[in-house]
T-cell receptor, first 112, second 113 residues
């Protein structure tokens, strides 16, 4: 079946450091891929998405590129801020079933 | 805001009692979802709906049922709550042709003692 695997957390970085959170997926067909973010005490929010191979999603300084050859969708940011502290979820949608499958989440903490 | 409300926000109940969680949307979206969030498991899909009276099971549907008699309401019922169902429950509505862009409610913290 379809699945998403994320790197284990927590990830702790200093402010202005470079961020990478790894995500790989298993899916039949051509899923759309997403990154969602969950700030403390809140529900998830869509951060960015990509719908086909080689697409790059971007938002708020975050980027992720849909790599079909490596079945990956790694999240990157060049310079993180304390306000980026949150839990990040990689996800895919099985277009044949219209349901979104989430990874287990990666907690990110940024030190001032 | 996406116009999605969950109730109650917090609930404590005893093992064996029935519990119903409500999700209400004002956006008239076709797709609605119930997820549970647990440490180490991320978000797991319980049930989802793609229209009035059209529902389907997710990956962890055992012990749960849902109903969607109106577009705006999606109810999740635990027929006989167990301690393993202690969790944070999130409702989401899906925007887009396949419901692919999700907007989440604020969650319901359920404790089963």
């Amino acid at each position: 079946g379809n699945s998403v695997t994320q790197m284990e957390g927590p990830v702790t970085l200093s402010e202005e450091a470079f961020l990478t959170i790894n995500c790989t997926y298993t899916a039949t067909g051509y899923p759309s891929l997403f990154w969602y973010v969950q700030y403390p005490g809140e529900g998830l929010q869509l951060l960015l998405k990509a719908t086909k191979a080689d697409d790059k999603g971007s938002n708020k300084g975050f980027e992720a590129t849909y790599r079909k050859e490596t079945t990956s969708f790694h999240l990157e940011k060049g310079s993180v801020q304390v306000s980026d502290s949150a839990v990040y979820f990689c996800a895919l949608i099985d277009s044949s079933a219209s349901k979104i499958i989430f990874g287990s989440g990666t907690r990110l903490s940024i030190r001032p | 805001d996406a116009g999605i409300t969950q109730s109650p926000r917090h609930k404590v109940t005893e093992t064996g009692t029935p519990v119903t969680l409500r999700c209400h949307q004002t956006e008239n979206h076709r797709y609605m979802y119930w997820y549970r969030q647990d440490p180490g498991h991320g978000l797991r899909l319980i049930h989802y709906s793609y229209g009035v009276k059209d529902t389907d099971k997710g990956e962890v549907s055992d012990g749960y049922s849902v109903s969607r008699s109106k577009t705006e309401d999606f109810l999740l019922t635990l027929e006989s709550a167990t301690s393993s169902q202690t969790s944070v429950y999130f409702c989401a509505i899906g925007e887009g042709a396949a419901g692919e862009k999700l907007f989440f409610g604020s969650g319901t913290q359920l404790s089963v003692l």
